[in-house]
């Protein structure tokens, strides 16, 4: 599928002179959104500086943008030693979801298996296994 570009005069294709027009793009392309305003007054726009992730903090998921700098810095470190014990709880949590990709918690039978069925498939130039080798 052939995309058309929309020539944007005085500006070089390599600092964004063609525009992909919507409807055109390729399947798998993602969607930008800009932010209002940013169009019309790009040195005025809003721009995040951060988004806390605390679980608990009443301030979860709101943003913090330009101009609020120094409430995001104060915000930050009072929200790590509040809610210190929730975000271990989070960690733990995370760490026991990820064991599954640590050697220790695999079966040494399979992967012994599946280190040879690996080297096999180098030898004979395959990516993917057959399926009595799974």
């Not at 993602?30 to 903090?57: F, I, K, M, Q």
């Not at 030693?81 to 990820?98: F, S």
Request: charged content about 35%; some cysteine; overall charge positive.
């Amino acid at each position: 599928m052939s995309r058309k570009r929309l020539i944007v005069p005085g500006v070089p294709r390599a600092q964004g002179g063609g525009i992909v027009l919507p409807g055109d793009a390729r399947r798998g392309m993602g969607t930008l959104h800009v932010p209002r305003g940013y169009e019309s007054d790009p040195e005025n726009a809003p721009v995040l500086v951060g988004v806390c992730t605390v679980p608990g903090c009443e301030r979860e998921g709101k943003p913090f943008y330009r101009g609020q700098e120094d409430q995001w810095q104060r915000h930050v470190g009072w929200c790590a030693r509040k809610n210190r014990d929730k975000i271990g709880e989070v960690i733990e949590e995370r760490n026991d979801r990820m064991k599954i990709f640590s050697p220790e918690s695999w079966d040494p039978e399979w992967t012994a298996h599946q280190r040879e069925v690996g080297k096999r498939m180098l030898r004979e130039g395959r990516l993917v296994p057959k399926p009595h080798e799974r």
